[in-house]
Nanobody, 124 residues
Framework: VQLQASGGGLVQNGGSLRLSCAAS????????MGWFRQAPGKEREFVAA????????YYADSAKDRFTIARDYAKNTVFMQMHGLKTEDTAVYYC??????????????????WGQGTQVTVSS
């Protein structure tokens, strides 16, 4: 499974961005897809995830009420709409695919495939 993330960019404080992640190589039949982010000098952290079949969303506290994750089953694509962006959201955002069900969708080590990352920069 190859993941291609896109949609990052530079926005002002309070702005919006929509990230996309397309899975290619074969029809995605995994358990979940997620978004993580990593700021300079910090560990990679969970942002949001969605189970592929049921489309059940999961959010980090920092993302609740501001970010929305969704998936397009037919296009093998996961989206994350981000509103109310803050300077602390600045990071490289990575999408990831979890192929088999796991107890936690928040742990990066449980994901099997990763995209290349897309930079999100929020200016004050």
């Amino acid at each position: 499974v190859q993941l291609q993330a896109s949609g990052g960019g530079l926005v002002q404080n309070g702005g919006s961005l929509r990230l996309s992640c397309a899975a290619s190589g074969r029809t995605f039949s995994g358990y979940a897809m997620g978004w993580f982010r990593q700021a300079p000098g910090k560990e990679r952290e969970f942002v949001a995830a969605i189970t592929w079949r049921e489309a059940s969303p999961y959010y980090a506290d920092s993302a609740k009420d501001r970010f929305t994750i969704a998936r397009d089953y037919a296009k093998n694509t996961v989206f994350m709409q981000m509103h109310g962006l803050k300077t602390e959201d600045t990071a490289v955002y990575y999408c990831a695919a979890m192929m088999a069900p796991q107890d936690l969708v928040t742990m990066p080590v449980l994901y099997d495939y990763w995209g290349q990352g897309t930079q999100v920069t929020v200016s004050s």
